[in-house]
Structure formats: structure tokens, C-alpha cells
């Protein structure tokens, strides 16, 4: 079934060809050096990324204050998916992530040794499904507290996950 795109969905929802182009094939040689050109476009994606979230999150707090639960909700979506291609690029050192991560992909890059990344990851997987169920009409509308609960949950996710691009990145 075909899916008709809203314009905030469709500006925000960063459509790339994100298909592996010929010359990064192997762009993890490249990045010995922090003066190559290849690790600074692949540190500038990563940043991008991480701005995206930052930017989805503040119009998910625009959002709520105007009432527009189901907005907010999606844009908490976005803002977690933006963060996760973030760590996604980072880790593989690919600047072509997947347009969508499946959970097998969302939890080794949320887990680490000290940090379970399952709860992580179980709430990215609950907003990413509650966020395609959000272009239905249903008949439990969205409640304020319950809003206000999963943007506090995604700040938080967004911090914690921030850090470790900052820690890794000293490396």
C-alpha cells in the first residue's frame, strides 16, 4: 500500500539514497588520520546527524506545547532514528547508514559492556511502531502526561547516546 507523505514528514524525514557509492567502499582505511578528507566528511555526517536529533527534539517540545500529541510523537521518532544513524555511522564508518535500522541493528550499536542497551532499544523500537500508527485515526487519543513521559525518556536516550559519540570520538 502506498503511503502519502505529509510535508513536515516528508522535509524531515531525510529521503537519501543512502546506496554505498563506489569511492567510500573502503573509507575505514582512509580514516587513519583526522586530516584526511574522508574522516572529516565522515565526522561531519555524524554531527549532522546528531543535530538532526537535537532539532527534532526541540520541534517535538513546540509541538506538545501547541497540543499536537501525534506530531511530537513522530518527531521523538525522528530525533531517536537521526541519533541512531549517528552511532550507526560512527561505528561502521560508513556515511551510508540504512534509511531504516531493524532491532538487530539498533542493539549492538546501543549496548556496550558497561551500558545494557536493551530497554534503549525496546523504546526506540515502541516509538518507531507507535509513530507509524500515528497517520491512523484510533479512538485512545494521546494524553498530555503521557507525552510529557516519552519526551523526558527521549531526551534522556538522546543524552546518554550523545556521550558516547564524545567518548568514542576522544579516542
Not at 29 to 48: V, W
Not at 80 to 89: N, R
Not at 94 to 108: D, G
Request: net charge negative; with cysteine.
Amino acid at each position: 500500500m502506498a503511503r502519502s507523505w505529509s510535508i513536515t514528514e516528508a522535509h524531515c524525514n531525510q529521503q537519501v539514497d543512502f546506496t554505498p557509492r563506489s569511492q567510500d567502499h573502503d573509507i575505514s582505511t582512509q580514516l587513519r588520520s583526522k586530516h584526511t578528507p574522508a574522516y572529516h566528511m565522515l565526522h561531519t555526517t555524524i554531527m549532522d546527524f546528531h543535530q538532526h536529533a537535537k532539532y527534532h527534539l526541540k520541534l517535538a517540545v513546540i509541538m506538545r506545547n501547541h497540543n499536537q500529541f501525534k506530531a511530537c510523537l513522530i518527531l521523538c521518532d525522528w530525533a531517536l532514528a537521526s541519533m541512531i544513524k549517528a552511532l550507526y555511522i560512527h561505528k561502521y564508518h560508513s556515511v551510508h547508514s540504512p534509511k531504516e535500522l531493524t532491532m538487530n541493528e539498533i542493539l549492538p550499536l546501543v549496548h556496550t559492556d558497561t551500558e545494557p542497551g536493551l530497554d534503549i532499544a525496546l523504546f526506540i523500537g515502541t516509538m518507531q511502531h507507535m509513530s507509524s500508527l500515528a497517520d491512523y485515526p484510533n479512538d485512545q487519543p494521546l494524553e498530555l502526561d503521557n507525552i510529557e513521559k516519552i519526551l523526558q525518556r527521549t531526551e534522556e536516550i538522546l543524552d546518554e547516546l550523545a556521550t558516547r559519540l564524545k567518548d568514542d570520538s576522544s579516542e
